[in-house]
């Protein structure tokens, strides 16, 4: 349950650092057009925002990560990999809300319904608190889709030895990669539209 907790933990964080911050970069306190006004482009700005967070959810997930090990509940001796599964994830999943936040122009309740509708349920259908085999095949596509039940698989492979198919392995590394990869796309060309404007 360690893993999952940890990984969570980071996603958590990632639904807060790249909602309400982004958008008040560009509508309320409007710190990102200050450095605009200098050499800096947009994805630069965004790239920023983007290693400040990820240092964030590094020096969580390496506190989280000393707590779990104090207690024994990281045997494995590649329990600390888990740091960096932990950040991935949470960059898999805040990097394409990132774009999203970017691309709202006022706030008419977005970040709440997006909290109560994707966060919440992603949270729960997860396999967090117990195996993702255990829900209703109904919901069980909630998990598969979740970058929290793809990082916490992959913390528990690397924390307890987790045994799984080589190739589901790969299968998460691929999943979370793509999401950010396609998250920093997106994010880049939503800073770009917006502060073109």
Not at 33 to 41: I, W
């Amino acid at each position: 349950m360690a893993p999952a907790l940890l990984v969570s933990a980071a996603v958590m964080t990632a639904a807060n650092e790249f909602t309400f911050p982004v958008m008040g970069g560009f509508k309320w306190r409007r710190t990102y057009y200050g450095p605009h006004a200098s050499p800096l482009t947009p994805q630069q700005i965004a790239a920023g925002h983007i290693m400040a967070v990820t240092l964030r959810f590094l020096l969580q997930s390496a506190i989280y990560f000393a707590a779990v090990a104090l207690f024994g509940a990281a045997p494995g001796g590649w329990g600390w990999v888990t740091i960096l599964v932990a950040t991935l994830a949470a960059l898999s999943f805040g990097l394409p809300l990132m774009a999203y936040s970017a691309s709202i122009t006022e706030d008419k309740g977005q970040f709440a319904l997006v909290m109560r509708f994707i966060v919440m349920p992603l949270f729960l259908f997860s396999g967090t608190f117990f195996p993702l085999d255990s829900l209703p095949l109904a919901v069980r596509w909630i998990g598969w889709i979740s970058p929290i039940w793809h990082g916490t698989e992959l913390g528990r492979v690397f924390t307890y030895g987790y045994q799984e198919p080589p190739l589901l392995t790969v299968l998460h590394v691929v999943v979370l990669v793509g999401l950010a990869v396609v998250g920093w796309f997106l994010t880049r060309r939503q800073f770009a539209a917006r502060m073109g404007r």
